[in-house]
Nanobody, 124 residues
Framework: QVRLVESGGGSVQSGGSLRLSCKASGDITRSYCMAWFRRTPGKGREKVAIMASDDTITNAKFVNGRFTISKDTALNTLYLQMNNLIPEDTAMYYC??????????????????WGQGTQVTVSS
């Protein structure tokens, strides 16, 4: 069983930055597809960014160059650097992972393993 633990959320003002971390149990960052999602009451769950095991990345359109997904395989940790935050980025952010069968960038790919989430609140 894969365990994912997010951290780094908090409250910032518009224009601020946060870095989210997702610590994985076991050495999965080299071979798994990993991703960040977010959930809001109004929009439901949204995909933020995906990083496959070969380091290819897919970002949601709303990222617009503001967020960067990365990983440190030595620390088994996935990151999401978020800059120039806006109130619309307020959400619970979740880390997700699954074995990489070569299609995790597909829109209908369902990740099996999820963290508990970390709250990000951006005030205007």
């Amino acid at each position: 069983q894969v365990r994912l633990v997010e951290s780094g959320g908090g409250s910032v003002q518009s224009g601020g930055s946060l870095r989210l971390s997702c610590k994985a149990s076991g050495d999965i960052t080299r071979s798994y597809c990993m991703a960040w999602f977010r959930r809001t009451p109004g929009k439901g769950r949204e995909k933020v960014a995906i990083m496959a095991s070969d380091d290819t990345i897919t970002n949601a359109k709303f990222v617009n160059g503001r967020f960067t997904i990365s990983k440190d395989t030595a620390l088994n940790t996935l990151y999401l650097q978020m800059n120039n935050l806006i109130p619309e980025d307020t959400a619970m952010y979740y880390c997700a992972a699954d074995t990489d069968g070569g299609w995790c960038h597909e829109a209908n790919f369902e990740f099996r393993f999820w963290g508990q989430g970390t709250q990000v609140t951006v005030s205007s």
